[in-house]
Structures are given as structure tokens and as C-alpha cells.
């Protein structure tokens, strides 16, 4: 940051979100392995994804809230920005109710197919989001 401004520059939101994106992306890796062991049954591992989730929940929802703050500092000001940042709040939106549904079917079903049909369709989401953004929003070039 500038001496003195407590506002970060462009390239220090890009760099921040990019280093979110490389955490979010180590806590699907050990979402999608517990998901897998999960089908099994076993107690401990359902907890334990169980957690996960809820971390990861907790992880998303704070990087999504800093993106559509941040998001206006990293995109000129038009009407294509907005059209932009509203495409990104829906797929925000769609994000954290896929991750509720997801957390719903666990607890009322602790596992099953659907659960592992859901966490994949929630962590493939969370994943082409995060890739789009890269590319889109993180380039540097807006």
C-alpha cells in the first residue's frame, strides 16, 4: 500500500483474491477427498466433512463479501462494469445457497449419492467461478 493511504491499490486487491482463490481451492481439494471416503459411511469421515464444509462456508462467504466490495477498484466504471459485478453477485448468490442445500442434504441424509452429486456440483462451481474470475477480473487488464 501507499505510505500513508489505508486504500489498497488494484494489483494488491488482485493479489489478495488470487491468494483467497489458492486457500479456497486447498480447502475443495480436502472437501472433494473427504466426500469420496464419506460414501462408506463412516462416522468420523462424515463429521469431518461435515466441518470442512462448514469451514469452507465460513472461508466463502468472507471471500465473496471482500470481491463484491473490492470489486469496483478493479473494474472501470460502466455500464459493462455493472453488468459485470451483477453477473458476479448472482453467481455469488447461487454459490452460498448450492453451499446451504449441500450442508441441508448432509445433515438430513448424513450421506448418499445426493450429497456426493451436491459437493461435486458445489466445488465444480466454486472452481470455474474462481477460474473465470483469474481470467476476467484478475488479468490486470480491466
Not at 455500464?79 to 442434504?105: N, P
Not at 456426493?116 to 472452481?127: C, K, M, N, Q, S
Given at each position: 500500500?501507499?505510505s500513508?493511504?489505508?486504500t489498497p491499490?488494484?494489483?494488491?486487491?488482485?493479489?489478495?483474491?488470487r491468494?483467497?482463490?489458492?486457500?479456497?481451492?486447498?480447502?475443495?481439494?480436502?472437501?472433494?477427498?473427504?466426500?469420496e471416503?464419506?460414501?462408506?459411511?463412516?462416522?468420523?469421515?462424515?463429521?469431518?466433512?461435515?466441518?470442512?464444509?462448514?469451514?469452507l462456508?465460513?472461508t466463502?462467504?468472507?471471500?465473496?463479501?471482500?470481491?463484491?466490495?473490492s470489486?469496483?477498484?478493479?473494474?472501470?466504471?460502466s455500464?459493462?462494469?455493472?453488468?459485470?459485478?451483477?453477473?458476479?453477485?448472482r453467481?455469488?448468490?447461487?454459490?452460498?445457497?448450492?453451499?446451504d442445500?449441500?450442508?441441508?442434504?448432509?445433515?438430513?441424509?448424513?450421506?448418499?449419492?445426493?450429497?456426493?452429486?451436491?459437493?461435486?456440483?458445489?466445488?465444480?462451481?466454486?472452481?470455474?467461478?474462481?477460474?473465470?474470475?483469474?481470467?476476467?477480473?484478475?488479468?490486470?487488464?480491466?
Amino acid at each position: 500500500m501507499e505510505s500513508g493511504s489505508d486504500t489498497p491499490t488494484a494489483d494488491e486487491i488482485r493479489q489478495r483474491i488470487r491468494s483467497e482463490h489458492y486457500r479456497i481451492s486447498e480447502q475443495l481439494s480436502r472437501v472433494d477427498a473427504l466426500t469420496e471416503e464419506a460414501r462408506g459411511g463412516n462416522p468420523a469421515t462424515i463429521i469431518a466433512l461435515r466441518q470442512q464444509l462448514q469451514a469452507l462456508g465460513a472461508t466463502l462467504l468472507d471471500h465473496l463479501h471482500y470481491e463484491e466490495y473490492s470489486l469496483p477498484s478493479l473494474t472501470r466504471q460502466s455500464d459493462a462494469a455493472e453488468d459485470v459485478a451483477e453477473v458476479m453477485r448472482r453467481e455469488h448468490r447461487a454459490q452460498r445457497e448450492l453451499l446451504d442445500r449441500v450442508i441441508r442434504d448432509l445433515d438430513e441424509t448424513a450421506v448418499g449419492e445426493k450429497l456426493v452429486v451436491g459437493v461435486r456440483e458445489l466445488t465444480r462451481a466454486i472452481r470455474d467461478d474462481m477460474e473465470h474470475e483469474e481470467r476476467e477480473l484478475l488479468s490486470g487488464t480491466n
